[in-house]
């Protein structure tokens, strides 16, 4: 029998999930928001704010959006999030570690996590040198404002090329490869700056509070107090926007290094562009060279393969 459990989750968490699930969308139903496919499970949020997770692996993936290990097909209204009434309203102009991450959802290339601190005494020359939203930046501009904040702004980025992710990925969900990774930034920072402390930790939220502290409880080094999370956390505090804009750059200089390597433009991003851009790769050396340079659980792998054998 399928298994079936719907949660109740708020729009923030649901646009949230559908940014995580980017790469694995397929057709949206009537009243949906979208639809997902991953092995053993499919996800679809609908506009009424349930999510029903149906398949084998629905009990697993449901937990990553704070489902409780009950019975399946019952509905679990609760959740945790942390709205902006939370923030203090001269939050932005605190001293923060602020966290983000950037190639989750590219098919290709790494994924990078950085956290920067940044000072309430800083604020004034980030905003000079045009820190924020890195989406809202070129990517040349992304690199010349990454490169002036490391000569001055203390951070800590981690890089999980796409080889040492294939290899993870079978035991992590996307959540809890997240959460350990911004706890790994976050603590390795929080060490750097000792004995300085900074007045909270602000991270880019993709998941609810809840979810997160669970899974820190299974990390060596869990960092617990301070803790502020927010989607869009670059718009409540330029900690995030830096640390946005670092690993964005250090994304693209590693696609671009993959392109040196190939010969051909590799692009981010889960598209056509990225199929084909595969598909050269297993002509080429088949799935042992795709691993060094994709995340294969992606959708991408199989249309890859069409198009690569044909």
């Known amino acids: 029998m399928t298994q079936s459990i719907t949660l109740k989750l708020s729009k923030e968490i649901i646009n949230t999930m559908k940014k995580n699930y980017h790469h694995v969308l397929v057709k949206t139903p009537p009243y949906a928001i979208f639809s997902a496919k991953l092995p ?71 994924v990078v996590v950085c956290a920067t601190y940044v000072t309430k005494e800083q604020i004034p020359l980030l905003k000079e040198l045009g820190v924020k939203d890195s989406k809202m930046l070129t990517d040349t501009t992304i690199r010349q404002i990454a490169k002036e904040l490391k000569l001055f702004l203390p951070y800590q980025e981690l890089t999980v090329t796409p080889d040492k992710y294939n290899h993870i990925q079978p035991d992590y969900n996307v959540n809890r490869m997240k959460v350990a990774l911004h706890n790994q930034v976050i603590y390795l920072l929080s060490q750097k700056i000792k004995p300085e402390v900074p007045q909270a930790i602000l991270i880019d939220q993709f998941t609810t509070e809840k979810n ?77 060279l795709l691993n060094k340079y994709a995340k294969l659980h992606f959708a991408n792998t199989e249309k890859a393969k069409k198009i690569a054998y044909r």
């Open 40 to 110: 053993g499970v499919t996800i679809t949020a609908y506009e009424s704010g349930k999510v029903l997770f149906q398949g084998i692996k629905s009990e697993q993936e449901a937990a990553a959006w704070g489902h409780k290990n009950t019975s399946p097909n019952k509905v679990s209204t609760k959740q945790s999030t942390t709205d902006s009434s939370t923030l203090p309203s001269d939050f932005a102009e605190w001293s923060v570690i602020g966290s983000d991450e950037v190639g989750n959802g590219s098919y290709l290339g790494p």
């Open 212 to 288: 997160y502290l669970n899974y820190l409880k299974r990390e060596k080094n869990p960092v617990t107090e301070l803790l502020y999370f927010k989607t869009k956390g670059e718009q409540y505090h330029l900690a995030v926007a830096a640390a946005s804009i670092i690993c964005r750059s250090a994304f693209l200089d590693a696609l671009d290094q993959a392109s040196r390597e190939l010969g051909f433009t590799v692009p981010s991003g889960a598209g056509v562009k990225s199929d084909q851009a595969a598909a050269k790769i297993l002509k080429r050396g088949g799935m042992d």
